[in-house]
């Protein structure tokens, strides 16, 4: 199995607090993304990242930003949470970036907002 | 505007019979299509893949059929058991584009015994 972490497993938080969930891995793969899993929209992209502080926006950024300041670890905060944001939170990592390549994901963050 | 429709929300099996999942894009670029499986509390796995070169991959019990003319792809497990029980996301990607892949909303499978 791919090493990849992710921290916390499961969060509940107040509207408006900010939230930071971390993905960790130790394949040293250049490519990791944010997805984010809700009932009947299957998974969409939040951001991805193209190498050590190389980061681009998905479909469903808004409302999210993200660090990459190692090649290990890529973090995602939510800067003022809102209950939209109630999700299951996916990080995967890729070693190339190329289309012919399988991702690999972490088993998820399940973020509640009250 | 969805580019990969997986336009049957669940699907059941009886053990043993074949599990036929089925996934349509529009994006005529995209040249590679993933299958991926899902456990709950778990997260997607890769299951198997297809470049747009070939019409089929077979990989054990899955075997995964390309009609680029239709658009149409379809993922085969013959013969489904039990633990085959998931939800299956369709994802596809363009070389000539940013490579990051275009998921489906998933289809749950259900194998009864």
């Known amino acids: 199995d791919a090493g990849i972490t992710q921290s916390p497993r499961h969060k509940v938080t107040e509207t408006g607090t900010p939230v930071t969930l971390r993905c960790h891995q130790t394949?040293?793969?250049?490519?990791m993304y944010w997805y984010r899993q809700d009932p009947g929209h299957g998974l969409r992209l939040i951001h991805y990242s193209y190498g050590v502080k190389d980061t681009d926006k998905g479909e469903v950024s808004d409302g999210y930003s993200v660090s990459r300041s190692k090649t290990e670890d890529f973090l995602l905060t939510l800067e003022s949470a809102t209950s939209s944001q109630t999700s299951v939170y996916f990080c995967?990592?890729?070693?190339?970036?190329?289309?012919?390549?399988?991702?690999?994901f972490g088993p998820g963050t399940r973020l509640t907002v009250l | 505007d969805q580019q990969v429709k997986q336009n049957s929300p669940s699907l059941s099996v009886q053990e043993g019979r074949i599990s036929i999942l089925n996934c349509d894009y529009t994006n005529s670029m995209f040249d590679y299509f993933l299958w991926y499986k899902k456990y709950p509390a778990e997260g997607p796995t890769f299951l198997i893949s297809?470049?747009?070169?070939?019409d089929k991959n077979e990989d054990g019990r899955f075997t995964v059929f390309l009609n680029k003319s239709a658009k149409h792809l379809s993922l085969h497990i013959v013969p489904s058991q039990p633990g085959d029980s998931a939800v299956y996301f369709c994802?596809?990607?363009?070389?000539?584009?940013?490579?990051?892949?275009?998921f489906g909303r998933g289809t749950s499978l259900i194998v009864h015994p």
């Open positions: 994802a596809a990607s363009a070389s000539g584009g940013s490579y990051i892949p275009t």
């Open positions: 297809i470049s747009s070169i070939k």
């Open positions: 394949e040293n793969h250049r490519y």
């Open positions: 995967a990592i890729a070693d190339k970036g190329g289309s012919y390549n399988e991702q690999f």
